[in-house]
């Protein structure tokens, strides 16, 4: 027999081959027999399959039921060659089936150049897209159904490239260039990595530049800050510039709006989710708690502020006005502790970040230069002048002695707090980053400049581990990570607020390249 096609049943119970059978006339023949055994169940000529040439592909699609496509026929018969429904490509055009989905309920067809999926029941088409879809390679489903990815081949004269589209509707999700010819790929049992095989090797990528949801936030105003709480399921985003949304992490719908009067200058979420804190009518801090649907403390006359940072445990805040000094703040009492001073020659602090123990806070200034002050302290223990290539993010790392900084320059540094010593420096490419964000073992940076895509570097290396191309030519604001690495959600400044599904953030993805 040549040009052999087989198929295994739902079960693993039966096994079917159909080809053509090399005599004098090639006639088509279809056999399918129990696995355990060897016996032969059914055994069906050529009649049996009308309008058969060449067959390409054969699936079970029930225990007695399977379908067959021979370039311009696709079938749906049973083991008894009664035909269900048949479907025959117009007479200069070809019907490739491309993919069954888990359930078996349904199948992609490139059909004369277009792709659709097909209801198993009745072979009429689900959905259909027009556009070119030439010279598909593969395709699979993930595991649940949702989702199927198609690979086009690399030839001229178009590039080739990795599509992922939503089976409800076949919509678009995300496009991946590809260089490389017959790519075949398949989605990880998670759905959050996608494997491409090719004549080369294997290309991994994540997936998780996949929004989950993009509402806007119905204004057309800028988005400039957001934070997260993932243990209370809820984000908070500025809203153009005078209020406070609230909006379910899973799903962003909006269930609060805060009006704060006038700007909103900083915005942060307490680690456990129980309080949010930001500016109302521009200069006072104040603190509201969205379980009860209430503000408590006295509000403080801290001014305009360029950042507002709280440490891991919750218990300290460190607000930074843009005039003026520093204000440390108790979050049990929701009193002033301290007062650091702006350092002589400087104008404001411009970013802040605590060690996990809240035992030390760094500040950094417009001119480069960091402070670094004890808990409820105003005198800086330590200071470090990074001069021109003034940090742009910064985190501790959990020994509460280094910090890990992303600066103007692009450059990935890791250093002593006490004697600002650089243990480490790597080179991200990035130039003047807009927003960034690490991931909370500080393993991972995401990090975007305006008008580019949001990248994802090693921080141990350095080495770019993906790219999501769905932000390219935006300019994002805020980049957030939840503390379970379930989620990411960034703010943009058309008023963009969007939330991924982003697990793949907790694992290393392995990544080859061309």
């Not at 490739?96 to 078996?104: D, E, F, G, K, Q």
Request: glycine fraction near 8%; proline fraction near 5%; include cysteine.
């Amino acid at each position: 027999m040549l040009s052999t096609k087989t198929a295994i049943s739902p079960s693993g119970l039966r096994a079917a081959a159909v080809g053509v059978i090399n005599t004098p006339v090639f006639d088509r023949d279809l056999r399918v027999w129990e696995v355990s055994t060897g016996t032969e169940i059914a055994a069906l000529p050529a009649e049996f399959l009308p309008d058969f040439i060449y067959p390409v592909c054969i699936e079970f699609l029930t225990e007695n039921d399977l379908a067959i496509d021979s370039i311009k026929t696709l079938i749906r018969c049973s083991v008894d060659g009664t035909v269900r429904w048949s479907r025959t490509a117009p007479l200069l055009g070809d019907i490739l089936c491309l993919a069954v989905s888990p359930y078996r309920a349904r199948l992609l067809v490139e059909e004369d150049k277009s792709l659709k999926l097909l209801d198993a029941a009745t072979g009429e088409p689900v959905w259909t897209v027009d556009e070119d879809v030439a010279d598909s390679s593969r395709a699979r489903f993930n595991a649940d159904g949702t989702r199927v990815a198609v690979a086009y081949s690399d030839r001229p004269p178009g590039d080739g490239r990795l599509e992922i589209r939503a089976t409800v509707d076949g919509s678009l999700l995300r496009a991946l260039p590809i260089t490389f010819r017959s790519p075949v790929p398949a989605f990880s049992p998670d759905g959050m990595l996608l494997a491409c095989g090719h004549s080369l090797g294997i290309h991994v990528t994540s997936l998780a530049g996949e929004a989950a949801w993009e509402p806007l936030t119905e204004v057309a105003g800028p988005l400039r800050r957001i934070a997260i709480s993932s243990p209370q399921n809820w984000v908070a985003a500025t809203a153009d510039a005078s209020r406070v949304d609230l909006r379910r992490l899973d799903t962003g719908a909006r269930f609060r709006r805060l009006e704060a009067g006038s700007s909103v200058s900083a915005l942060a979420a307490a680690p456990d989710g129980t309080w949010l804190a930001f500016t109302t009518n521009g200069t006072s801090l104040i603190r509201y708690r969205p379980a009860t649907d209430t503000f408590d403390g006295t509000p403080l006359e801290t001014g305009t502020l360029s950042d507002l940072a709280i440490s891991a445990d919750g218990s300290r805040l460190i607000a930074l006005p843009l005039n003026g000094d520093a204000w440390m703040i108790d979050a049990a009492t929701w009193h002033v502790t301290a007062r650091p001073p702006v350092a002589a020659g400087n104008t404001y602090f411009t970013a802040a970040t605590w060690a996990h123990d809240a035992a030390l806070v760094t500040a950094t200034l417009g001119s480069g230069l960091t402070l670094t002050y004890s808990k409820d302290t105003s005198h800086a223990q330590f200071t470090n002048d990074w001069s021109a290539d003034r940090i742009a993010f910064m985190e501790y790392l959990p020994d509460g002695e280094t910090i890990l900084s992303l600066h103007r320059s692009g450059q990935l540094c890791r250093w002593r707090v006490a004697d600002g010593v650089v243990l480490s420096e790597l080179s991200t490419g990035l130039e003047n980053p807009a927003a960034a964000a690490f991931s909370p073992d500080q393993r991972l940076l995401l990090a975007s400049v305006i008008g580019d895509r949001i990248r994802i570097f090693n921080t141990v290396t350095g080495g770019e581990l993906d790219h999501w191309t769905k932000e390219a030519g935006h300019q994002i604001r805020d980049l957030e990570i939840s503390q379970d690495c379930a989620w990411l959600v960034n703010a943009r400044l058309d008023g963009a607020l969007i939330g991924y599904w982003a697990p793949i953030l907790l694992y290393d993805p392995r990544v080859t390249t061309e």
